[in-house]
């Protein structure tokens, strides 16, 4: 699977972006699929994450509540809807994907990035 991410930008601290991640390739809704963040000098960190087989969701303690993960197989495409954003949530942001149900562990297939910027 092929995927590419879009949708991030510049965005005052308190603001809202819908972070999209097409996929190309077959059976999108076989693959448990997650988005990842990176900030300058940090390591990765997944940010949340939807199961293929009933669409559980994970979502990190530093995002919760403000993060919404989805996903719209008829599209191929899985969505981060960021609300509230603060400043710390500057990282360039990447979607993956893992043709598993679980949604912790290695994710094969991934997508370019993103960069996402919250000015306070």
């Known amino acids: 699977v092929q995927l590419q991410a879009s949708g991030g930008g510049l965005v005052q601290a308190g603001g809202s972006l819908r972070l999209s991640c097409a996929a190309s390739?077959?059976?999108?809704?076989?693959?448990?699929m997650g988005w990842f963040r990176q900030a300058p000098g940090k390591e990765r960190e997944f940010v949340a994450g939807?199961?293929?087989?009933?669409?559980?969701?994970y979502h990190a303690d530093s995002v919760k509540g403000r993060f919404t993960i989805l996903r719209d197989n008829a599209k191929a495409t899985v969505y981060l809807q960021m609300n509230s954003l603060k400043p710390e949530d500057t990282a360039v942001y990447y979607c993956?994907?893992?043709?598993?149900?679980?949604?912790?562990?290695?994710?094969?297939?991934w997508g370019q990035g993103t960069q996402v910027t919250v000015s306070s």
């Open positions: 939807i199961r293929w087989n009933d669409e559980a969701t």
């Open positions: 993956a994907a893992r043709l598993v149900v679980q949604l912790f562990g290695d994710y094969p297939y």
């Open positions: 390739g077959r059976s999108f809704s076989r693959y448990t």
